[in-house]
């Protein structure tokens, strides 16, 4: 890996560090999408857009996976990927280098328990772009739409194989237009709030491939509450921030 890019290595709590870089970090919304997608000990997981591999290691941490795949169009983010793999011993875990619409016989279809993705928030034409390549396919739809997402994700994903993301509320409508245009049925929905009284910046979302129609609806998450991390944040962050103390 090229030295200029200033890898940083970060405790993520309970004995367990990651390799991030200036382009490949991660924030509030990949670990509250690692806690919502609760997966289970026999899920064959796949992280679309894996970055640095947050969502993935954060689950890993806290619980044994015998098969994850991280994709990511980027050659950097797969390289800190493999690092945080190779340090901390998960040997379940695989990096993949991959654009998303040129995954024929690099990976197989149709066997994938859960998907998780953090995806680009930002619409083709949407906003002022990144002068940096990099952090631009990261945050705009430039190498892949939502909608390339999750026409692959229903390729990928078994029967009753569950899809996690998350997004920005503004596109809550496509997104749930798209997932049942693919076949997998939104069954799970979550609001994140920084504080009571102020409209959501997150919504999370759970989609099962040939689900049944019913949506549950959870209850709101609160970032913030009295000037402090609300319990539930505290809870969520706790592994993380022993890390740092």
């Not at 999408?33 to 000990?41: E, G, H, M, S, V």
């Not at 379940?92 to 928030?121: H, M, Q, V």
Request: aromatic share 6%.
């Amino acid at each position: 890996m090229d030295k200029s890019l200033n890898v940083s290595r970060q405790p993520i709590g309970n004995g367990v560090f990651i390799y991030t870089s200036k382009h490949h970090s991660f924030g509030t919304d990949a670990v509250l999408l690692a806690d919502f997608a609760r997966p289970k000990p026999k899920d064959r997981m796949i992280d679309l857009g894996t970055g640095c591999g947050i969502i993935p290691f954060l689950i890993l941490r806290d619980r044994k996976l015998s098969d994850c795949i991280g994709i990511d169009i980027s050659s950097e983010a797969t390289e800190l990927a493999e690092m945080t793999a190779k340090e901390n011993g998960f040997e379940g875990f695989r990096a993949l280098n991959s654009d998303f619409l040129d995954l024929k016989g690099k990976i197989e279809f149709g066997r994938a328990t859960l998907i998780t993705c953090n995806p680009p928030y930002k619409a083709p034409g949407a906003g002022l772009k990144n002068p940096d390549e990099t952090d631009m396919v990261a945050r705009h739809e430039t190498k892949c739409t939502l909608r390339d997402i999750i026409a692959l994700s229903a390729k990928l994903l078994q029967t009753s194989g569950r899809l996690c993301l998350c997004h920005r509320p503004e596109r809550l409508a496509e997104l749930i237009d798209l997932m049942r245009e693919f076949g997998i049925e939104p069954k799970r929905l979550r609001c994140v709030a920084q504080r009571r009284g102020e409209k959501p910046w997150l919504v999370l979302v759970e989609g099962r491939r040939c689900g049944n129609t019913g949506l549950d609806i959870e209850n709101e998450l609160y970032i913030e509450e009295n000037g402090d991390f609300s319990p539930e944040m505290k809870e969520i962050y706790s592994y993380y921030k022993e890390g740092h103390q």
